[in-house]
């Protein structure tokens, strides 16, 4: 029995970030690209339920497949030698039949990282290629349709409060909330802490060397020499910005406002309005 | 109600309507397969795998179920047993029999079920493997829509060690398609059942454009997806690497591969290697790039005669 580390966010809050400089402090070294893809990889690989369980997810019905996740996650749980990190962007969620999808049993803690909605409402619409307005609308009411069958299973989708609620206020799990603009601030501090709550020995060192070899700049090289793997084709480029607060020369007043009409009660709490 | 159909060139006779199946024409010979109706146990005794959903026994019997849908007995490879717990006739109960527990049951037998999808080019069987999603039936979809035959879908069944072989055994006259690819591929719906009763997904008969004899299986293509335009190309794996390749394309690995000892494993696996290239297939997801892709593959493959690519 080993167990899993949800390293879980909202789409483009910093969660690959976070993995790239986890990877750093692992591995002691410069980021490859090449190296990192597959390392700490989404819960909701396809072929990973489908194999674990000898059915082909994509004969079943989105229901279905939910009820069935915490059987692959404690069968896997039950075989691997060592603590699992893992990406989620999912909200923590119940499943049809009633259970928490990430089983509490064999959760051993979630790393939360959010980030200023406003914020990431500008991410958002570079990453899916649309205009902020219907980022914003995403992240109050996403749609609720099955997409094209890839290699995950498809997101089950709610809205960004809805999402940090879930996480934060998930009964029986161990989190630690992360903010991406702590991370901006003084990322060496946020990592020594993450690192710890993963139960990581890292000297301050270590976690230096991590942090120097995942800056910005440092990504945004590497994605012009080799390219990043996990950007979608049509955005130009992965490591964009990397910024906080860039939300103030791009959203209008009344863009402003709707999302905090939209996720108010949940970015009061996180210190995202005074 | 009994029908007879063939499936793998194997006579099926079953309980259950097998509309996807054609029927037999051979000769009145006894089943290879009966598919019945009856009472499946709860669990298996002492099973060597105890996933979820699917167990084997020790003797290779195994148990597989959908709950709400149907629990199956696959025993010695020659008899299913199904207990539904929807109409018997509906196509969920089907689409798990002709799945899974057709895998166990090729394997059960000493075929070779390889997670893949197959077409006919020049007379020689390609086989495309992958992980689920990685669009081993849309690749399947589009070579049909240019006019080669297919002989299955996600299911590639293998008789490594038949004269003339390893031959791929055609499946069944349809693919599982999405709502997304018949839209673009401009292929209607009406008259389709689908694949699953609350699932967009459809059985698309291959008109006329199943290949229904056995061919020499030529060449291997496991698809990879390219994020980067730069990653687009087929690479040829050396015989170690194909073989280990080949490992992680038996279809239902976990589970399957128990029923062949490693030796036999490796000996079938090598005999594949032996007679047919293996690749690993970088290519951009997506419906957009699908006739260039078919078109660069079949222009790959030899026209016809000679050796084996």
């Known amino acids: ?274 | 109600m009994t029908t007879v159909r063939i499936l793998c060139g194997l006579k099926v006779v079953s309980d259950l309507p097998l509309p996807d199946l054609p029927p037999w024409t051979g000769d009145g010979r006894a089943p290879d397969v009966a598919i019945r109706l009856g009472a499946v146990p709860d669990r298996l005794d002492a099973p060597v795998v105890a996933g979820p959903l699917l167990q084997m026994g020790t003797d290779g019997t195994c148990r597989f179920a959908i709950p709400g849908v149907a629990a199956y007995l696959v025993e010695g490879g020659h008899t299913v047993t199904v207990r539904a717990e929807m109409a018997p006739d509906s196509t969920d109960v089907r689409v798990f029999l002709l799945g899974t527990v057709f895998g166990v049951l090729c394997a059960q037998r000493g075929l070779l079920p390889l997670h893949a999808s197959c077409v006919a080019i020049g007379g020689r069987a390609i086989a495309f493997s992958g992980v689920s999603g990685a669009g081993k039936s849309t690749l399947a979809a589009a070579f049909h829509r240019h006019g080669h035959s297919v002989l299955s879908d996600d299911v590639t069944v293998v008789d490594v060690e038949a004269p003339g072989g390893p031959l791929v055994l055609p499946s069944f006259p349809r693919l599982k398609l999405w709502d997304d690819v018949m839209s673009a591929f401009a292929l209607p719906r009406e008259g389709l059942e689908r694949s699953r009763a609350a699932l967009d997904k459809f059985h698309v008969p291959l008109d006329g454009r199943f290949q229904a004899e056995p061919l020499p299986l030529a060449a291997i293509y496991r698809l990879e997806e390219a994020r980067l335009p730069s990653q687009d190309r087929a690479e040829r794996l050396n015989p170690v690497t194909a073989v280990q390749s080949l490992e992680e394309d038996i279809y239902r690995c976990r589970t399957i591969q128990r029923l062949l000892s490693p030796a036999r494993r490796f000996h079938l696996l090598t005999r594949i290697a032996d007679a047919a290239p293996s690749y690993r297939l970088w290519r951009r997801m997506g419906l957009g790039d699908l006739d260039a892709q078919v078109a660069a593959l079949a222009a790959r493959q030899p026209s016809d005669g000679g050796g084996r690519a």
């Open chain 1, 1 to 274: 029995m080993s167990g899993y580390y949800w390293l879980a966010s909202y789409p483009k809050s910093g969660n690959t970030w976070m993995r790239l400089a986890l990877w750093a402090l692992r591995h002691g070294k410069p980021v490859d690209f090449a190296e990192f893809a597959g390392w700490a990889t989404v819960s909701g690989l396809r072929a990973v339920f489908d194999e674990v369980l000898g059915v082909e997810s994509s004969d079943l019905s989105a229901a279905e497949i939910e009820t069935l996740r915490p059987r692959v996650f404690e069968t896997l749980s039950g075989e691997a030698p060592e603590p699992m990190l893992r990406k989620v962007h999912e909200p923590w969620i119940l499943t049809p039949a009633g259970e928490p999808m990430f089983p509490p049993a064999v959760t051993l803690g979630a790393v939360y990282i959010v980030r200023d909605p406003r914020d990431v409402a500008v991410a958002l619409s570079h990453h899916q290629g649309t205009s902020l307005d219907r980022a914003i609308a995403f992240m109050r009411s996403p749609p609720h349709e099955r997409g094209a069958v890839w290699r995950q299973i498809d997101y089950h989708w709610v809205s960004w409060r809805r999402h940090v609620e879930s996480w934060l206020d998930a009964p029986g799990v161990r989190v630690l909330p992360v903010r991406y603009e702590d991370m901006v601030a003084d990322m060496p501090a946020v990592l020594a802490e993450v690192a710890t709550f993963l139960g990581w020995d890292a000297e301050p060192e270590a976690i230096a060397a991590a942090v120097e070899a995942t800056t910005f700049e440092r990504l945004r090289i590497e994605e012009e020499k080799q390219g990043f793997g996990e950007k979608p084709l049509r955005m130009e480029r992965f490591f964009r910005r990397g910024e906080a607060g860039g939300w103030r020369a791009v959203l209008s007043a009344e863009q402003a406002a709707r999302i905090q009409h939209d996720h108010g009660a949940a970015m009061r709490r996180l210190g995202y309005l005074e």
